[in-house]
């Protein structure tokens, strides 16, 4: 059964757009322990939201993990992980924070609890919320 993941990034740096024009990407940059915790806990098959950070404070995308945690190629520590994401598709209503702050379900989501957390768990009743806020009809 896959997992569910907010992956969060600045839209200046990369956003889903570039997420969507290359398909495929390693997921890079993540430095805080408890991030790197959730990306090591990535499996092929996973389900992730894309959020946009800075002025957007929205999730605006669909992907998958296609790959499972691995050592970033780029840096010479074996501690800083990546994972491969593909793109799936933009959602149909971006889901903005605040709505998400709004709604008791998330209470309890790192979204909203660490707010400054780049990769967030999401339980299997929010990300269903979630999907449904973005008009996704799975």
Same mark, same amino acid.
């Given at each position: 059964?896959?997992?569910?993941?907010i992956l969060k990034?600045?839209?200046?740096a990369y956003s889903?757009?570039?997420l969507?024009?290359?398909g495929? $990407?390693?997921?890079?940059?993540v $430095?805080?322990?408890?991030a /790197?915790?959730? +990306?090591r806990?990535?499996a092929?098959?996973?389900?992730?939201?894309?959020?946009? $950070?800075?002025?957007?404070?929205?999730?605006?995308? /669909?992907?998958?993990?296609?790959r499972?945690?691995?050592?970033?190629?780029?840096?010479?520590?074996?501690? /800083?992980?990546?994972?491969?994401?593909q793109a799936d598709?933009?959602l149909?209503?971006?889901v903005p +924070?605040?709505?998400?702050?709004?709604d008791?379900?998330?209470?309890?989501?790192?979204?909203?609890r660490?707010?400054?957390?780049?990769v967030?768990?999401?339980?299997a009743?929010?990300?269903?919320?979630? +999907?449904a806020?973005?008009?996704?009809?799975k």
């Amino acid at each position: 059964m896959p997992n569910f993941w907010i992956l969060k990034s600045e839209p200046s740096a990369y956003s889903f757009a570039d997420l969507i024009r290359e398909g495929r $990407t390693a997921w890079n940059g993540v $430095t805080n322990a408890l991030a /790197l915790k959730h +990306l090591r806990s990535m499996a092929a098959g996973d389900h992730a939201l894309i959020y946009h $950070t800075g002025d957007e404070k929205a999730a605006v995308g /669909l992907a998958r993990i296609v790959r499972a945690a691995y050592p970033d190629p780029k840096l010479d520590d074996p501690k /800083l992980v990546v994972v491969d994401v593909q793109a799936d598709r933009p959602l149909p209503k971006p889901v903005p +924070l605040a709505a998400v702050k709004a709604d008791p379900v998330f209470a309890d989501l790192g979204l909203v609890r660490m707010p400054r957390l780049s990769v967030v768990p999401v339980a299997a009743d929010q990300w269903k919320r979630l +999907l449904a806020m973005a008009g996704v009809g799975k």
